[in-house]
Every structure is written in C-alpha cells, then in structure tokens.
C-alpha cells in the first residue's frame, strides 16, 4: 500500500545536538511538507518543497534544515539553533496542485532534555 | 497575516445531538480542508471542499463552504462516541504555492 513513513516514532535527544526525522513517501507525490504541532495548538508549516532539489521556508524554519535530493524523500534536521525542539513533527506529502489534501505520516514525537 | 480560527476549541457532546464547529479565515481562498486527529495519532483527511457553496457529506459529518462569508462549517448529526477526536480546517493559499495554514482544532468528546 501506498503511504508516508515517519522515523523513528519517538526519539530523545540532549540539548545541543542535532537530530534528523526520516520521512520517506511512495505515493509518487511532487510536494511533500514538514509540520510541527504543539500540545493542543494547530500545525504550525516547518518547511515544504514542490520538486526535487527545491524547498522553501515555512512559517516557523529558523533552527530547522531539509533536502530534497530524491523525490521520495524529505529528511528534516533539527538543529542546536531551535530553542524548542520538544514537540510532535509531521510529514506530509500531495501532488501540489489544486484540490490535492495532505496525506500525512504518523508523525515522529522529538523530545529534548 | 492570515489567520484561520476555529470555534469552538472544546465540545463536549451527549451521544445523539447536533453540533457544528466553524471555521473562519482571513484571506481569499476557494480551496478548505477539514481534516481528523485522533489522540497521539496522524491527520486524515475528511472532507475536500473547491467552490462556494459546496457541500460533502460523510456518515454523520457534513462540511460546506461559504467563500464570500470565509467560512467553512463541519456539522455533526446524532453524534457517536466514535467521533470523538480533533477536527482541523486547513486553508490553501491562492499565492501560486501550496501552503496550507491550518487552524487552531476543535477537540471533540462525545459522551455516552
């Protein structure tokens, strides 16, 4: 079947070190998308990319990283630089264009102590 | 900025009654997505709406869109304790890139 896979499902870190969240999709889907959420807030847009070797900045990318070297693939890094790492990240991916919804991965939950 | 805000944040329902979760955006936009969150889980996407006026339907959910008034309505019929879960709107940005802003979720609990 067709989907989104998010790695690892949790994942502990210690302040200061950067860590990289897999998302691999095998929908053949152009764009793909990283989102954060917060207990109890909205998805929050990290960074998303509509083709291969091309992203662009979201609304909250300061202290995050991506690339976009295969078209099933979109590894977000999260760096020292983010001052709140701790929170639950979600991939998704859809063919960008009109009338296309998200399709989204099971997430990975970052925590850093 | 855009904002899109969803009302209520917290519904607590008795199993078989009505309610609808509204969703208001601040800018033009044809294009809305209502999406469903269960606890520690994923998104799935519920509802796909393109044009004012429009109105899908899914078992006891019903979503419209009203593009001149920049709201969206996700109706719930005789609610089941099944649908209790976090509901999101999404808004697709009309700026030639597909960014999706999404609002705040209703988180629903309907009680038996």
């Known amino acids: 079947d067709g989907g989104i896979t998010q790695s690892p499902k949790y994942l502990f870190r210690k302040e200061g070190q950067n860590v990289t969240l897999s998302c691999e999709q095998n929908?053949?889907?152009?764009?793909m998308y990283w989102y954060r959420q917060d207990p109890g807030q909205g998805l929050r847009l990290i960074y998303y990319?509509?083709?291969?070797?091309?992203?662009q900045k979201g609304d909250i990318a300061e202290g995050y990283s991506v690339s976009r070297e295969k078209k099933e693939s979109f590894p977000l890094t999260v760096t020292s630089a983010q001052k709140n790492p701790t929170a639950f990240y979600l991939c998704?991916?859809?063919?960008?264009?009109?009338?296309?919804?998200?399709?989204f991965g099971n997430g990975t939950r970052l925590t850093v102590t | 900025e855009l904002k899109v805000e969803q009302n209520p944040l917290f519904l607590s329902m008795q199993e078989g009654k009505n309610y609808t979760i509204y969703c208001n955006y601040s800018?033009?936009?044809?294009?809305l997505y209502w999406y469903r969150q269960d606890p520690g889980k994923s998104l799935e996407s519920l509802f796909v709406?393109?044009?004012?006026?429009a109105v899908k339907q899914e078992g006891r959910l019903m979503a419209s869109l009203d593009t001149k008034a920049r709201l969206s309505t996700l109706h719930i019929t005789a609610a089941v304790h099944d649908l209790s879960a976090t509901y999101f709107c999404?808004?697709?940005?009309?700026?030639?890139?597909?960014?999706?802003?999404f609002g705040t979720g209703t988180r629903l609990k309907v009680l038996a």
């Open positions: 800018t033009t936009s044809d294009r």
């Open positions: 998704a991916s859809n063919w960008g264009t009109y009338n296309s919804p998200l399709h």
């Open positions: 990319s509509q083709i291969v070797n091309d992203f």
């Open positions: 709406l393109l044009s004012n006026g």
């Open positions: 929908l053949n889907h152009d764009a």
């Open positions: 999404a808004v697709d940005l009309r700026s030639g890139t597909y960014k999706y802003i």
